[in-house]
């Protein structure tokens, strides 16, 4: 299986800073990589697929970036309905994967 | 609107069955792969198991196979979950969540999801 390793677990920042967010792959995966956005007791939902194509109603604030094993998101400026739990979704392999999460608390 | 319902959840003793419906509606359900998502408690996400629109094509992830078997009748715009031989490590909440329109397989994204169910294997 293609295990996917989020860095940093949490993180913490202040509303207006720039944020970024990695998810390396075990192996390469080209661009079949997609972000996740979840709140407390909500379901996941889809911000990036494809490394770097935005959801449709996704802000423009949420980019990103990457090929092969590594891969970004990037929140240009942290709005505060954006403190959440961040995860990364292989689509490369049949038996997809997620990575461990990343946490983004107020500071 | 694209909605997805999940039901049959619950409490269940280790050993025991359990099957999960995921009910479909704002969509032409047989035109789009799912998938099973859980979420143990204070985890992270862990993908179960996918099928293909037809229901021809079906993975299943390690820690489930041989164990759970995921099915859908397109007649009733329905996904299932079967679940059996439970483990404590299989309490959860479970979501069930529809391919993104551009996916052409089951390796794909998820663009809508539903609320989940929770699940607990417990004596």
């Known amino acids: 299986d293609i295990q996917m390793t989020q860095s940093p677990s949490s993180l913490s920042a202040s509303v207006g800073d720039r944020v970024t967010i990695t998810c390396r792959a075990s192996q390469s995966i080209s661009r079949y990589l997609n972000w996740y956005q979840q709140k407390p007791g909500k379901a996941p939902k889809l911000l990036i697929y494809?490394?770097?194509t935005l959801q449709t109603g996704v802000p423009s604030r949420f980019s990103g970036s990457g090929i092969g094993t590594d891969f970004t998101l990037t929140i240009s400026s942290l709005q505060p309905e954006d403190f959440a739990t961040y995860y990364c979704?292989?689509?490369?392999?049949?038996?997809?994967?997620f990575g461990g999460g990343t946490k983004v608390e107020i500071k | 609107e694209v909605q997805l319902l999940e039901s049959g959840g619950g409490l269940v003793q280790p050993g025991g069955s359990l099957r999960l419906s995921c009910a479909a509606s704002g969509f032409t359900f047989s035109n789009y792969a799912m998938a099973w998502v859980r979420q143990a408690p204070g985890k992270g996400l862990e993908w179960v198991s996918a099928i293909s629109g037809g229901g021809d094509s079906i993975y299943y992830a390690d820690s489930v196979e041989g164990r759970f078997t995921i099915s859908r009748d397109n007649s009733k715009n329905t996904l299932y979950l079967q679940m059996n031989s439970l483990r404590a490590e299989d309490t959860a909440v479970y979501y069930c969540?529809?391919?993104?329109?551009?996916?052409?397989?089951?390796?794909?994204?998820?663009?809508?999801w539903g609320q989940g169910i929770l699940v607990t294997v417990s004596s």
């Open positions: 969540a529809k391919a993104h329109t551009f996916c052409t397989s089951t390796s794909c994204y998820f663009d809508y």
């Open positions: 494809a490394a770097s």
């Open positions: 979704q292989q689509s490369f392999s049949n038996l997809l994967t």
